[in-house]
């Protein structure tokens, strides 16, 4: 599997990606940013922090950037708070890992500004992957609508097909779902009932323990850092999904369809209704190549 992943390196193009992340909560945002980082699939154009304390979320994304060796991946700090939704005021526990020579970088605090900037300077080629709630995204649609014909599209780990609850960055902000899902842009929602499944195996968890690389490193100690915090063990790994299905599209069975968001109900609010419709402009997530997911994910954690 793995040669066959390298082969196929050379036959296509990088894809021009900027990663919306709410890292410093759960540990699946490090895994994605570091997925994103070390794939020579990707054109990593930036990095934006959404939630609450985003400049801290922005210090801990520059953290794993550098070990990853990107240090020069722009990072931006975005908005902390949801559209219309209660406050958030948690503070990102993973944070708790930043040292002082980590706090020295001030990230820009123009985290809406710059993904304007970036989806405008790459007309139909970027790819907007969202790991938290959509409120940078939804806001830059409604300072500037003509961004919902020039980004390519936007794929977000968001909402869910037929669990009894809100998924979480649909329930954080719902508004700002609904401005992304009711747009123009393309979308792809990579949705909570098929990520659950993205259980991180054993044998992958215990060669992160042991391996000597400083990304490694630096996963492990957020991983035991998440299990202290959580009692859990085996990560779920959310949304290295969506990052890979935003690489790879055909890791994917999708279905054509236009999603609804419940924005009034008081047990429902952040509920996303999702109907087939071969006019959408939206697909969700059905099915996934396990295999070849957790191939990708081993290339990006282990190889040179």
Known sequence: MLERLKAAKGATMAVKIVLDTDIGDNVDDAFALTLTARLPEVEL????TVGSAPTLRAQLARKVLSACGRVTVPVAAGSAQPLVAEPLRHFPDQAALL?????VFVPPADGVDFLRAVIRQNPAELTVVTLGMLTNVALAFRIE??????????VMM?????????????????E????????????????????Q???????????????????CQLLWQLTT?????????????NDPLAVAIALFPDLAETERVRVEVELRGEQTKGCTVITADPTGNGEVVKSVDWQRFWALMEQALFSD
């Open 176 to 195: 700002a779902i609904h401005i992304v899902v009711s747009s123009p842009a393309p979308f792809t929602l990579v949705p909570k009932d098929i990520t």
């Open 225 to 237: 850092l998440w299990q202290r915090s959580t009692g859990a063990v085996l990560p779920v790994l």
């Open 197 to 215: 499944h993205a259980v991180m195996p054993e044998g992958m968890l215990e060669r992160l323990r042991t391996h000597e690389s400083p990304w």
């Open 145 to 154: 609508p003509g961004l919902t014909r020039l980004v390519k599209k936007v």
């Open 45 to 48: 154009l930036g990095v934006v």
């Open 158 to 174: 968001a909402g869910a097909m037929g669990l009894p609850y809100a998924e979480t960055n649909a329930r954080r902000d719902p």
């Open 99 to 103: 040292e002082t020579v980590d706090r």
